[in-house]
């Protein structure tokens, strides 16, 4: 239970920093439109803090954690992580005006995406472990 209310701890840490470096970077360039920058901050409240103070309580109800948890969840962070750094990486370059090229921009996009898929499968995988833990205790 320790490493989910850490890893609830740091990427509420990360969501804040996130949230005043996507206002300070926008108002100091004076860029007045979206920018992926917005969507870090989201990212990394829901995904990262509430998601795992969502783990805390089902763990301590549950007792969910298995052999595989460890794994999984690793994959979870790296995916949580990887597409939040690609969000910053696209908006700091929207927020310069920096011209991209086509393949750049796919690069961005598809690690991007990687990191969604990463997190889609490891959600998946965790809900099925917390699935099997909820029928056995039934």
Excluded at 26 to 36: E, V, Y
Excluded at 71 to 78: G, S, T
Aim: proline residues 1%; glycine residues 12%.
């Amino acid at each position: 239970m320790k490493r989910y209310i850490n890893s609830a701890l740091l990427y509420t840490i990360f969501a804040l920093a996130g949230g005043v470096f996507y206002r300070e970077f926008t108002k100091f360039n004076g860029f007045p439109g979206k920018t992926a920058l917005g969507v870090v901050h989201t990212h990394y409240f829901v995904l990262g803090m509430v998601f795992f103070l969502l783990l805390l309580l089902l763990e301590k109800t549950f007792a969910f954690t298995g052999k595989h948890t460890g794994r999984v969840l690793a994959a979870y962070h790296a995916g949580l992580n990887l597409a939040a750094l690609m969000f910053l990486v696209r908006g700091v370059t929207q927020v310069l005006g920096l011209s991209l090229s086509s393949g750049m921009s796919a690069a961005i996009s598809g690690m991007a995406g990687i990191g969604h898929i990463l997190l889609g499968v490891s959600l998946v995988l965790i809900l099925l472990e917390i699935r099997r833990s909820v029928l056995a205790s039934t």
